[in-house]
């Protein structure tokens, strides 16, 4: 009787002990996943894909007593990825509208590159910055006796901007965008401001 006692004792002793780990594997977080380092080339980098829309706005001064419409529509689109868990890339189009001065349309649109460092703030919901280059075509036109230099130009840049994006679903996000990008224009460099919003889409 009595080493069947200490058996039952061991058996039901055991029995607890497996349910416990049991219990234990099932509520215990999973182990954490080491943060790599991942390329454009190598799969798993791209996850994310938009279109902003909003205004644009140049630095250029108005000429005399011409029209002069500084601020116009832009849109972009983008797709980029993420080299670990802070920090992004990004290659986006831009359309930066058209812009009337010297009795003409200056104009603009660019490709630009840039690195995202970002801080979560919820479900598909973070803050960033971001800071790249541009590849800009840009082209100015003009009325006679204006004095401006017409003419097309192209050439690199640098960009920088903040951006925010709110999680709607587990892959759709609204997102706003502030950015400052340097273009090549005949005559000289300028700085056109943009303002965007626009939905982003993750691929899980």
């Avoid at 640098?158 to 005559?187: S, W």
């Amino acid at each position: 009787m009595h080493y069947r006692a200490i058996a039952a004792v061991s058996l039901a002793t055991l029995g607890i002990a497996a349910s416990g780990l049991a219990l234990a594997q099932q509520t215990s977080p999973p182990p954490r996943v080491p943060d790599s380092w991942r390329m454009p080339y190598e799969r798993g980098f791209w996850g994310h894909a938009g279109l902003s829309l909003g205004r644009a706005e140049t630095d250029h001064a108005c000429v005399g007593a011409f029209n002069c419409d500084l601020k116009d529509s832009t849109w972009r689109v983008f797709a980029g990825g993420r080299f670990n868990n802070a920090v992004g890339g990004e290659i986006g189009f831009m359309d930066f509208g058209d812009f009337t001065r010297g009795g003409g349309r200056t104009e603009g649109r660019a490709l630009d590159l840039s690195l995202l460092a970002g801080i979560p703030v919820g479900a598909n919901s973070a803050v960033f910055g971001k800071l790249g280059a541009v590849y800009s075509r840009t082209e100015v036109g003009a009325a006679p006796g204006s004095g401006l230099r017409t003419g097309k130009d192209s050439g690199w840049g640098p960009r920088y901007g903040i951006g925010g994006q709110v999680g709607l679903t587990a892959n759709l996000a609204a997102r706003v965008d502030l950015d400052r990008y340097r273009l090549n224009f005949i005559g000289g460099e300028q700085d056109v401001d943009t303002m965007t919003v626009g939905l982003q889409y993750t691929f899980r």
